[in-house]
């Protein structure tokens, strides 16, 4: 099937449920950033999921749209009121929006289709929307298109994991680039890991899927004809998934540089497995830096021992170096960067934890750290576990930074744990401890690997804000820093110098909104109410019980 089915069709992706969260960087957006096209910040990343969606109708309508509206604040009956069908996809951090513009879909008496990670059978969009479609749509969205054709469209489509070939090649021209600080690409899906909190593996399989290189060329191509020099986030699941299949995708990502010209700068999430001893890891690290990866983001999760133990998060105990060594050893060997997702509340952490995450992250070389509490979402062994132990308090908001903990913990209460979540983001961004993983990251990272993009990146209204608006005095404080650092390591005023300069001055700014969601969050959990249950821990439930 590829004939026309409707005129006109609109693609709509939700507002975030809430806007300002850790990898919103709104505050630093706001503060620093040219706004976008429609005068609100830019978002960090485009819709690419509807990007995708997008292509692959071109060829079934006279006329599509793609509207974000994060970054635009017009009305949507602008764009529906001739509308054929609308589209909307989105993940549960976008839930309640997702319902609400279903809802404005549904008055104006439009055929509402909706889609992505937040559906599922109980959803309440399943009162609302014409037709869904849950996980993978590449295998049922033609089933839907056929339906909707001839007027006999299911309620609803479940989809499956789809073979690469079939992924859709999302296109870059549905969207204005410039409302965005990052592009992003995705290569591959599945992750063959077992970590009980993730839903991953049962959302996109274990099964390691590459996109074909021609598509992932035509992306990279597109990115490049349409202007776009900046960095390009690779949403993988876990990059290095396979090994053996992730050299074969570094070495053809450094082909595509070569053929179109131009190495974009990249970054990507991936696991400490990078760090271990074989020789194919040796290989990756060699690759990782060659592909231009300047940036990668590690499921660190816990120093706890026993906690990597119960999350079966066994791919961070391999080998002989300590967790902190192993991020410092991939700084050294790929001249990248490392970021660190963080979480507290296993059943084996304790009051005692606090401030042995505080220290592991502080002796660390990661500037930027994603700490949350641990919540049991749908599609995971850690919820089936919850729910069979009876200590589910209520679904997860899909925001792994606001604070909450959805299910009563081991060894202290709900109250105590968020708490203690704060005292955790109080003791790794207060100035002193973040700058000094800033000045150990400056001194790691290849400053010629991110000389060309970072080089350029300074413009004069983006330094005076930085060293005149909020937390300028913290920042002319360590400005010498890494003045001294940079000329100690690459001479002054070279192209590396100035990359070192002009990635200190990136991390003020992400410091600007890091601080502001650390007072953010003082004043939510401050406000908080708790009931009984969630002001003792489930081993003292268990106790009273048996009194």
């Known amino acids: 099937m590829n004939e026309k089915i409707a005129h006109k069709a609109v693609l709509i992706y939700p507002e975030f449920d809430t806007q300002n969260t850790f990898w919103s960087y709104a505050q630093s957006l706001k503060m620093y950033a040219p706004a976008s096209e429609f005068g609100l910040p830019k978002r960090l990343l485009p819709p690419l999921g509807l990007m995708g969606l997008f292509n692959h109708l071109k060829p079934f309508y006279d006329e599509l749209c793609l509207i974000d509206k994060n970054i635009d604040p017009r009305p949507i009956s602008e764009f529906i009121a001739d509308a054929d069908h609308v589209y909307i ?22 055929i509402l289709i909706v889609g992505g990670t937040a559906i599922s059978q109980q959803s309440p969009l399943m009162q609302v929307a014409d037709h869904l479609l849950e996980n993978e749509a590449e295998g049922v969205i033609d089933e839907l298109l056929a339906g909707l054709s001839k007027a006999n469209a299911k309620k609803y489509y479940q989809g499956s994991f789809v073979a690469a070939e079939h992924f859709f090649q999302p296109d870059y021209a549905a969207i204005n680039m410039q409302n965005y600080v990052h592009m992003a690409v995705q290569i591959s899906r599945g992750c063959p890991e077992r970590c ?11 099964a390691f899927r590459v996109t074909p290189w021609q598509k992932t060329e035509q992306s990279f191509q597109q990115m490049k004809d349409l202007g776009w020099t900046g960095q390009v986030f690779v949403v993988d699941d876990n990059f290095i998934g396979n090994p053996r299949k992730a050299l074969e995708m570094l070495k053809n990502l450094y082909q595509i540089g070569e053929k179109i010209g131009y190495h974009h700068p990249k970054y990507t999430e991936l696991t400490l497995r990078l760090a271990d001893e074989s020789p194919v890891m040796a290989e990756l690290r060699h690759w990782f830096h060659k592909a231009n990866f300047i940036n990668g983001f590690y499921g660190v999760e816990t120093p706890n021992e026993a906690s990597l133990l119960e999350t079966d998060k066994r791919q961070n105990l391999r080998g002989e170096r300590s967790l902190v060594d192993k991020l410092r050893f991939i700084s050294e060997q790929t001249g990248a960067g490392v970021m660190m997702g963080m979480i507290y509340g296993f059943d084996n952490d304790s009051d005692d934890s606090v ?3 505080i220290d592991f992250v502080n002796a660390s070389n990661a500037p930027i750290v994603m700490a949350g509490l641990l919540n049991a979402l749908p599609c995971t062994p850690l919820i089936t576990r919850m729910q069979k132990q009876g200590r589910m308090i209520q ?4 925001n792994n930074s606001d604070g909450i903990i959805n299910f009563i913990p081991y060894n202290f209460s709900v109250q105590q744990a968020e708490q203690n979540y704060l005292l955790i983001l109080q003791g790794i961004y207060n100035p002193q401890v973040y700058f000094a993983r800033v000045m150990r990251h400056l001194e790691l990272i290849d400053p010629e690997l991110q000389s060309n993009y970072r080089a350029g990146n300074n413009s004069l209204a983006y330094l005076i804000k930085i060293l005149t608006k909020k937390h300028a005095l913290t920042y002319w404080r360590y400005l010498p820093v890494a003045l001294a650092c940079a000329k100690r390591r690459c001479g002054f005023n070279t ?18 909104h890091f601080s502001s969601q650390v007072s953010v969050q003082r004043k939510n959990i401050a406000r908080r109410d708790y009931t009984d249950t969630q002001m003792v821990s489930w081993r003292e439930l268990q106790m009273s019980e048996v009194d």
């Open 395 to 398: 679904t997860s908001s899909g």
């Open 495 to 512: 192209p590396g110098y100035m990359a070192i300069v002009a990635e200190f001055f990136s991390l003020c700014a992400q410091y600007t």
């Open 89 to 110: 996809g989105g993940m549960m951090a976008q839930e309640q929006s997702l319902l609400k513009l279903g809802l404005e879909v549904k008055k104006a008496r439009k």
């Open 196 to 206: 009980e909190f993730c839903d991953i593996p049962s959302r996109f399989g274990k």
């Open 355 to 357: 401030q042995e995450f």
